[in-house]
């Protein structure tokens, strides 16, 4: 899939939704690690930018983005529209982050 067919608006501009196949979904679960947390104590001690949770971060949305696209396909899809991302801590240390939105069969106006 064409990553420029992939937005947060309703629609794509240039094209023309011809069909709406539904919800996508992309779900990752992650926790950081004993080490990990150590180091990003470390980190926090002088302030600033936490890389080792910055890169963690990142990690799980490309993952969950990923795993979007790829139910997208799966349905036919050839965009997504509507796309979004939403992170939930299920318990300490452990996130669950969710990439969604609807897939769409797009021509070219």
Avoid: P, W
């Amino acid at each position: 899939m064409d990553h420029s067919l992939i937005t947060t608006s309703n629609e794509l501009v240039g094209y023309k939704i011809v069909k709406h196949l539904g919800l996508v979904r992309g779900v990752t679960v992650r926790s950081r690690s004993v080490l990990g947390n150590i180091a990003g104590g470390f980190q926090s001690l002088f302030g600033g930018q936490l890389s080792i949770y910055v890169e963690l971060c990142e990690n799980a949305r490309e993952e969950a983005y990923q795993l979007l696209i790829q139910h997208a396909q799966v349905m036919g899809a050839n965009a997504i529209i509507a796309m979004r991302y939403d992170a939930n801590e299920i318990m300490q240390g452990v996130t669950e982050v969710l990439a969604y939105g609807t897939a769409v069969v797009v021509e070219k106006v």
